[in-house]
């Protein structure tokens, strides 16, 4: 692959000859896709969706903004890190934006890359999956099927698959292209650059059968490394690689942070953690700084700082080192992946922790239960509501439903999907109101 034409400017949905209105003063066309995704509702509506925690009462825990927001400022700066050598080491591509193009476009896809995600966090994921494949779901398996609808996408459901949907599809009332983000902004959110049909045991998949053309136009404008045709498959845009080491940062440092504040673990256990980063001249300057700080959580948060940069640091090196296997689709594996031993050690250490402490607390393992039944109870009534349009009830239902979601496709893959663009699109508020409300929990004023 080759950095000129990973690198476009070009907008998803626009004709090829169409012109470019410039002035001197204009921002970039990447720096615009940030702006359209800062101010875009999909992107608010995130404040109010769990990322690893419930939603905080008093004490404050991230959210899927939050963390977005903070993924997309380590993104920034990896991608200034990086563009800044690249720029020096192809000096020759004199047109080629590595210094402003890369920063803009690994920060826009930052802020994008959980924005399909369900409410609940990952539990929602997994809620969805398990309707489909051992719930009231596996129902309508034979007909989608039947009909030559890939039942894969909904058993695999993946919120990045979504996200692409979302940022591409054009839904009822909007423009082509749907956010109309430059090529490079949207394939670089694709972590999982392949077919649902390839989505194996981890369960992770790129795109839906729905948007596979819209993969093939952007894989063919960036050219992208094209693995398989059917199904079809590609290596990943390099800018992916930022993207994603920018999230495993932050998910795992910050969810060892908001695990102390709630008491999951110890300041001790948390210090522990942090501390293991560093060697031991690292960590006799940092206890020394940190011996000047009165507040524990203060203490915390500049010891979570110090490990950041420091991943920050060594990920972009790794990138830079392994530029051209990246490049030819030769390498393997997550920049974490390739840390070195005392950093790799360290963060599986905290990894290992998050799984064995973190989420399976008792406040985590209750929001994926609740999760489960919310998820299962909107899909049956959604889907069941656009079989049966003719039922009094089911006008009723689909009169809640957005207009830009259409309920009248033809097939029931259709049906399936336009549900779950609805749900998972929904606010954790939001989901628990609407369940409470078609169950006839909840009434208005009573």
């Known amino acids: 692959m080759h950095w000129e034409q990973l690198l476009s400017d070009r907008r998803l949905g626009a004709e090829p000859s169409e012109r470019k209105q410039t002035s001197h003063l204009a921002r970039s066309d990447f720096e615009r896709d940030y702006d ?115 039942w894969e996408d909904f058993l695999f459901f993946e919120g990045n698959a979504n996200a692409f949907r979302l940022l591409t599809h054009q839904f009822e009332g909007r423009r082509a292209g749907g956010f109309a983000l430059t090529y490079s902004t949207v394939a670089s959110i694709v972590k999982y650059p392949y077919s649902s049909l390839l989505a194996g045991k981890k369960n992770k998949f790129g795109f839906f059968a729905t948007e596979e053309d819209t993969m093939r136009e952007v894989g063919d404008e960036l050219g992208l490394i094209r693995l398989s045709d059917a199904p079809l498959s590609y290596v990943r845009h390099p800018l992916v690689y930022l993207v994603e080491a920018a999230d495993d940062i932050c998910y795992q440092i910050m969810d060892i942070e908001d695990a102390c504040k709630l008491h999951i673990l110890s300041f001790d256990e948390a210090e522990t953690h942090l501390m293991a980063f560093f060697s031991d001249a690292d960590k006799a300057e940092i206890q020394q700084v940190s011996r000047t700080i009165g507040d524990a959580n203060e203490r915390l948060g500049y010891l979570r700082a110090k490990v950041i940069n420091l991943l920050v640091e060594e990920v972009a090196s790794i990138f830079l080192d392994e530029e051209n296997a990246i490049l030819e689709g030769h390498f393997h594996g997550t920049l974490i992946q390739h840390l070195s031993p005392r950093s790799r050690s360290a963060y599986e250490a905290c990894s290992h922790t998050a799984y064995t402490r973190i989420y399976s607390a008792h406040d985590v393992v209750d929001v994926e239960l609740a999760g489960h039944r919310i998820f299962s109870s909107l899909l049956d009534h959604l889907i069941e509501a656009q079989v049966h349009p003719e039922h009094s009830y089911s006008r009723t239902l689909l009169s809640r439903v957005s207009s830009q979601y259409d309920t009248s496709r033809p097939t029931l893959y259709g049906k399936i999907q336009c549900a779950l663009d609805y749900i998972s699109g929904m606010t954790d508020i939001y989901a628990l109101n609407f369940y409470r409300t078609i169950t006839g929990m909840n009434l208005p004023a009573v």
């Open 36 to 150: 359209r995704l800062i101010f875009s509702p999909p992107f608010r509506r995130m404040q109010n969706k769990t990322q690893v925690f419930p939603l905080p009462g008093n004490i404050f825990v991230h959210n899927r903004l939050t963390h977005s927001l903070e993924v997309s400022c380590l993104g920034r700066s990896l991608g200034n890190m990086v563009g800044d050598c690249l720029e020096g080491r192809h000096s020759k591509f004199r047109e080629v934006p590595f210094r402003s193009g890369l920063s803009a476009i690994v920060s826009a896809a930052c802020l994008a890359h959980d924005m399909g995600n369900p409410p609940f966090g990952h539990s929602g994921e997994r809620a969805i999956s398990a309707y489909f494949k051992e719930g009231n779901g596996v129902r309508w398996r034979a007909e989608v099927e039947d009909e030559g609808g890939r």
